[in-house]
């Protein structure tokens, strides 16, 4: 069994549309990061959080320490918020800060 | 801002042949991560570097290597190249503010043919 378990793996969305993307990890872990990937391989980082919730702009990040569950929300969804967004959880057993269990991602694409 | 900045950012080579990927931290950091995507697979960490030291590490195949050098750029050194390293090889560096961020390059993409 995969550490880390994204769904929805594909999500299409009409413009405007709410969206939620889930991430549920089964180790322990010390922070977790929401990260997104474009079609032509840049990555960029989205969130870190370790414990509640964080905002940045339209973007949403939770996280659930207790249930090993994080969120990402994309409010007034645009047709350029489409990307893979990528759970990454720190387990307590990586030895540095970069040392990440990453999710399959969830490809996004956001219809006009 | 932070960055990073990779070279080459594509490079095609033969089975066991030598690559050597290079990542140049903007400022420089003392820290950097590498990471490796297949073809339709999630990233995986490779190691990781801390004042030119190993500080991790993770599925970096025997046959690989790295560094990190005095004026703090880093280099993955790949040797008896397989079919299977074809991969986009991300370094990535902390951001200097307590965040948590993570700055990564472009990636560069390795072919083995």
């Known amino acids: 069994k995969n550490e880390v378990e994204q769904s929805p793996q594909n999500l299409t969305a009409q413009e405007g549309e709410f969206i939620t993307i889930n991430c549920s990890y089964s180790?322990?872990?010390?922070?977790l990061h929401w990260l997104q990937q474009h079609p032509g391989g840049g990555i960029v980082s989205l969130f870190m959080?370790?414990?509640g919730k964080k905002k940045h702009g339209r973007l949403i990040a939770t996280i659930n320490i207790q249930e090993k569950h994080s969120s990402l929300h994309i409010t007034a969804s645009h047709p350029r918020d489409s990307a893979v967004y990528i759970c990454a959880p720190h387990p307590y057993y990586g030895g540095s800060q970069g040392n990440l269990i990453f999710g399959k991602g969830t490809k996004l694409s956001v219809k006009p | 801002a932070a960055g990073v900045i990779q070279s080459p950012r594509h490079l095609i080579k033969e089975k066991r042949e030598t690559a050597t990927l290079k990542c140049y931290p903007i400022?420089?950091?003392?820290?950097v991560y590498w990471y490796q995507q297949g073809p339709g697979q999630d990233p995986q960490f490779l190691i990781s570097f801390y004042e030119k030291m190993q500080s991790d590490k993770g599925s970096i195949p025997d046959r690989f290597s790295a560094q990190q050098f005095s004026d703090y750029h880093s280099e993955l050194n790949m040797s008896s190249l397989e079919l299977g390293d074809s991969a986009l090889y991300f370094c990535a560096i902390p951001g200097h503010s307590n965040t948590g961020e993570l700055f990564f390059g472009e990636g560069s993409r390795l072919t083995v043919l």
């Open positions: 180790v322990g872990i010390s922070a």
């Open positions: 959080l370790s414990s």
């Open positions: 400022p420089r950091h003392d820290t």
